[in-house]
């Protein structure tokens, strides 16, 4: 699955900061449930 996150802590105003990162697909176990996000937004002004 496609994610975005960091691999060292630091700035975010780093161009590194964040980068793009494919994840295998977590499969829920005991009385955990698996969510499928369909949208997410984010308003530019924050």
Do not use: C, F, H
Not at 18 to 28: G, N, T
Not at 31 to 37: A, F, G, P, Q, W
């Amino acid at each position: 699955m496609k994610a975005i996150g960091y691999k060292q802590a630091g700035a975010l105003d780093r161009a590194d900061s964040l980068v793009d990162i494919e994840l295998d697909k977590p499969a829920p176990t005991g009385r955990d449930i698996l969510v499928k996000v369909e949208a997410v937004s984010a308003n530019p002004v924050d």
